[in-house]
């Protein structure tokens, strides 16, 4: 039930359609007549009026319409005193109020413990990470409860959303345009704002941020690069466009003739953008390094909207950008009601900014832009994200049952990307489809990953590397980096401190002992064969690889052999 204070009496449009409801109350403060509704139906709202007398007689002679805002907080206090005095038991009861009224009345010690206070003008307002961009988000009146004469339970309610649970900081009411208070945890002297909802979990479909996801967005810019062109010289690490509208990233030096889309050998698929081109959250390309790539061919332009970037939720159905509630509505492509389930995105309400030593605002900064392609009850679900996660795009369906710990950031990641269990610095990979089932230690970081990586345990440090297509079942000891390596390496078992080695296709099967490093497998055989190899060093430090010849007997030969 709410309560108004105004200075008119009600009328029949007074009724659903503004959001009034069967048992709301109206107190004409100039004529001293007391309506409650009876009736809300639209255009034809019928409210009864109950003329006041004796000890209830009232006698306010102040106009308070939270339409319009500026009165002192003791007038305002004198009405709600009233009406509280109206109706004594009702816990139900609140009153309608503007945000800077009600900031009035706490500020002068005036709230009255146990109270409910509708703010009938809040909006999330933030600072689009990465931009100077201020976002306002739609109406959203919330309903808070006194605890003290001039502080307010956390926990708050939303009429437009009352399955969710919010946190909310009254206090918040600056933008991250202003300068950050170690003190006060927050920002000073920005644009300002309502306050801010810190925590918001969608009980029903249990989507869970330090964050307001259903208004918050980020941006993200689209991505290009210079096209490729036959027997230009390109250097490791360079990316170019391909004639099939993909950007690949250069694995070796190189001067050839073949299309990249065509050349798995020398090159690999850095990033689709056919798929989805709004993937950098970045407008500098030097700052999109994604995987340890050269940005000097990308690039991404910060001119026009909608076709240089777009602003997103957290929770985007590809086809319908303006809705944030991670629910499909258009059944073009699937039973509208399917979406987004179970997701948690850090751990504190104040995770949603990130700390270094330039204070940077994040609000987790993720975007999920999923594509609805199958009639599946949910498209993306059961996955959980620590504190410190952020600047990362999804851009793939089938996201769901994955662990990932803090300081996730810088990630481009594929279709299908399930079952993982990733620890703290999962950092500036690309990763693409069918990326699932692998338990991975910290600092992944710098790889870029084609498809069907999984099944893998992955140690400490797992660094730098360029992974093709059918990378499974292996289980890999720690600092695993600056290795290239192409299609099909699976079922390896590898020591600590492998790195800077290449290998080529179709290596599996082979145990490799600790400290194997800088080896060009190119034109090696043995590692490439279809029986065991072990690859180990002697006691004067020579590396050896050994198998069992088709006599039973070991043989002992050359690594590259």
Not at 403 to 412: A, D, K, L
Not at 427 to 438: A, E, Y
Not at 445 to 460: A, E, K, L, Y
Request: charged share 15%; with cysteine.
């Amino acid at each position: 039930m709410s309560v108004q204070i105004r200075n008119t009496n009600p009328t029949v449009n007074d009724d659903s359609l503004i959001g009034f409801k069967v048992g709301d109350q109206w107190l004409n403060t100039e004529s001293d007549k007391y309506y409650i509704l009876m009736d809300d139906s639209s255009r034809n709202a019928v409210w009864l009026e109950d003329q006041l007398t004796g000890d209830s007689a009232l006698a306010i002679n102040v106009v308070y319409d939270p339409t319009e805002s500026g009165l002192t907080a003791e007038n305002v206090q004198t009405a709600l005193d009233e009406i509280v005095t109206l109706i004594p038991g009702d816990i139900n009861l609140y009153v309608n109020i503007l945000y800077s009224d009600l900031a009035a009345l706490k500020s002068t010690n005036l709230l009255v413990i146990g109270q409910k206070y509708r703010i009938t003008d809040h909006q999330t307002k933030h600072l689009i990470p990465n931009t100077t961009a201020i976002w306002l988000g739609t109406v959203e009146p919330l309903i808070l409860t006194a605890t003290s004469l001039n502080t307010f339970d956390t926990v708050v309610q939303s009429e437009l959303f009352p399955n969710d649970i919010i946190h909310y900081n009254f206090d918040d009411n600056s933008c991250e345009d202003g300068i950050w208070s170690p003190v006060l945890q927050r920002y000073e002297g920005g644009t300002t704002r309502t306050g801010k909802i810190a925590y918001r979990q969608d009980t029903v479909r249990e989507l869970a941020t330090h964050y307001d996801w259903r208004n918050v967005k980020f941006r993200r810019w689209k991505v290009d690069a210079t096209d490729w062109i036959s027997g230009t010289p390109y250097t490791k690490y360079d990316v170019v466009k391909s004639s099939n509208g993909n950007i690949y990233v250069c694995k070796i030096n190189i001067s050839g003739t073949t299309d990249p889309s065509l050349d798995t050998v020398n090159w690999q698929l850095w990033l689709d953008i056919v798929t989805n081109p709004f993937q950098s959250w970045t407008s500098d390309n030097t700052l999109f390094n994604i995987g340890g790539i050269t940005t000097t061919n990308l690039i991404i332009n910060n001119i026009t909207p909608i076709t240089d970037y777009n602003d997103y939720y957290t929770f985007t159905i590809t086809n319908e950008l303006t809705n944030s509630s991670g629910i499909i509505t258009d059944n073009t492509f699937n039973t509208a009601g399917i979406g987004y389930k179970q997701y948690s995105l850090g751990n504190i309400d104040y995770d949603s900014i990130f700390y270094s030593i330039a204070i940077i605002v994040n609000y987790n900064n993720i975007v999920f832009n999923l594509t609805p392609d199958a009639d599946v009850e949910y498209i993306s679900h059961s996955n959980y994200f620590d504190d410190s996660c952020f600047n990362s795009t999804i851009v793939g369906n089938y996201f769901y049952n994955n662990t990932i710990r803090s300081n996730s950031q810088g990630n481009i990641i594929g279709r299908n990307f399930q079952g993982n269990i990733i620890g703290t610095y999962f950092t500036n990979n690309t990763i693409g489809n069918n990326f699932k089932k692998n338990i991975i230690k910290n600092e992944f970081q710098n790889n870029i990953v084609s498809n069907n990586f999984n099944s893998n345990t992955i140690g400490i440090d797992f660094y730098g590397n360029k992974i093709g297509r059918e990378f499974y079942s292996n289980a890999i000891e720690n600092g695993f980096q600056a290795n290239t390596i192409g299609t099909d390496f699976n079922t390896n078992t590898i020591g600590d401190r492998f790195y800077w080695n290449t290998i080529e296709d179709g290596f599996y099967n082979n145990a490799i002992s600790n400290n194997i490093n800088t080896l060009d497998f190119t034109l090696a055989t043995h590692v490439y064969g279809a029986y065991d190899c072990e690859i180990f060093k002697r006691q004067d430090g020579t590396v050896l690889l050994k198998y069992m010849d088709n006599t039973n007997a070991y043989q002992f030969v050359s690594p590259t052999a």
